[in-house]
């Protein structure tokens, strides 16, 4: 089959397209950076370089796909994350429509039940909606929750500062969720074309609280005593500015999710479907991963 990847060579593009380019499918993978090109020809795959931004470059990239993979890259520079999301989703589905692709599998996010739920929840809310308003289009929607790679952002304060810790106290659960986990639910789905209508997926390999995350990561370590810190949201902002973030990727990506899962609202949607829910990589076993990124570092 023909299948168009979006997201580029990230953690999860690279898994999917090296496991359908395995398969025999001819994938395309879109990238806004040329210097990617060598790379996806090396995975047997056909490189689209531009933006998703361009709706000329996305016709290109779904003509004659039988299946596509959309999901909407990180803007660091973008003073309006929700509108770039949303504007996204509309020429995903502009150019799905143009084109005829008949199976979208879509990367959303946990809390898009929400229509104006915290962080991007709302916003993949909007573009869900957009993509389920397609008629003759089959749509697989699948919901990650907090990215188990996320954590090696905080390797640094684990080194210097001898803990972990986030704008919620050490007793509030996650959802996490692996890349490799979403790329092999994504690959199975393109493979096979198992599904039909307008579907959702939760991708969940485990659900811990903070506490539980920093005795794993600490004992993986060799720092058994390591603590999760609560801070406080204004603490949370300022470190994160401080780091190079931006103010509007920190409050949308990580101090809107921290208050909502202080609050529980985030998984209630969740809770109703944990057990469908696709995922194998468990905390203990990202606890080796990290180890061994953690000594490197």
Do not use: C
Request: net charge negative.
């Amino acid at each position: 089959m023909n299948i168009t990847i979006t997201g580029s060579l990230g953690n999860i593009g690279r898994r999917l397209t090296e496991t359908l380019t395995a398969k025999g499918h001819r994938v395309r993978v879109v990238s806004h950076d040329p210097a990617k090109a060598a790379a996806i020809e090396a995975l047997n795959a056909i490189p689209v370089i531009g933006s998703i931004e361009d709706a000329d470059l996305l016709l290109r990239a779904f003509e004659k796909a039988d299946a596509v993979f959309t999901m909407i890259p990180p803007n660091y520079t973008s003073k309006d994350l929700r509108a770039y999301m949303k504007a996204a989703g509309e020429r995903y589905a502009n150019a799905i429509t143009q084109t005829g692709v008949q199976h979208v599998v879509n990367l959303s996010s946990i809390g898009a039940h929400m229509p104006d739920g915290p962080g991007p929840a709302g916003a993949n809310h909007y573009v869900e909606a957009r993509l389920n308003a397609l008629k003759d289009t089959h749509v697989l929607h699948l919901r990650p929750g907090m990215f188990y790679t996320n954590f090696f952002g905080a390797m640094g304060m684990i080194k210097h500062q001898h803990i972990i810790g986030n704008n919620f106290d050490a007793t509030v659960n996650m959802v996490l969720s692996h890349p490799a986990d979403i790329a092999a639910a994504a690959a199975e789905a393109l493979d096979t074309l198992n599904f039909s209508g307008k579907q959702v997926r939760y991708i969940a390999g485990d659900e811990k609280n903070g506490g539980q995350i920093a005795a794993a990561l600490g004992e993986a370590i060799g720092k058994p005593n390591l603590q999760w810190i609560g801070f406080s949201d204004e603490d949370m902002l300022q470190g994160m500015l401080q780091n190079g973030l931006s103010e509007e990727m920190a409050r949308v990506y990580i101090l809107e999710i921290g208050v909502a899962l202080r609050s529980g609202i985030l998984l209630d949607d969740y809770r109703k479907h944990r057990d469908t829910a696709f995922g194998k990589v468990q905390l203990a076993d990202f606890a080796q991963e990290f180890a061994g990124v953690y000594k490197n570092v």
